[in-house]
Nanobody
């Protein structure tokens, strides 16, 4: 099975940028739906972004409303890695960020239930 390891989390001031990486080991993730979710203290896991290479007509990118225009998901198949570029960070972006993989596009990619494998999470803290 695929293993996912997030990295790149840390502390940043509001307005700053951070890039998260999700390195996959095992099988290639090139045909997997890949996503980022986040979980802030006291809140449910929230959809951040997804990259679907199997969507009808080609690949599709989706973003949660709270991060749209500020975050960018991308992948490098040669490195078997997915990235999340986070710009114009806000204190409300503070959360543990998780990488996830949906092996067979088994459901709506904007919901955690669709995903088969998860990374351990990486903490992002944005100060005021």
């Amino acid at each position: 099975q695929v293993q996912l390891v997030e990295s790149g989390g840390g502390w940043v001031q509001a307005g700053g940028s951070l890039r998260l990486s999700c390195a996959a080991s095992g099988p290639s993730i090139s045909n997997y739906v890949m996503a980022w979710f986040r979980e802030a203290p006291g809140k449910a896991r929230e959809f951040v972004a997804s990259h679907n290479s199997r969507f009808y007509g080609g690949e599709r990118l989706y973003y949660g409303n709270s991060v749209k225009g500020r975050f960018t998901i991308s992948r490098d198949n040669a490195k078997n890695t997915v990235y999340l570029e986070m710009d114009t960070l806000k204190p409300d972006d503070t959360a543990v960020y998780y990488c996830a993989a949906d092996v067979n596009w088994s459901g709506n990619s904007n919901y955690p239930i669709a995903y088969d494998f998860w990374g351990q999470g990486t903490q992002v803290t944005v100060s005021s």
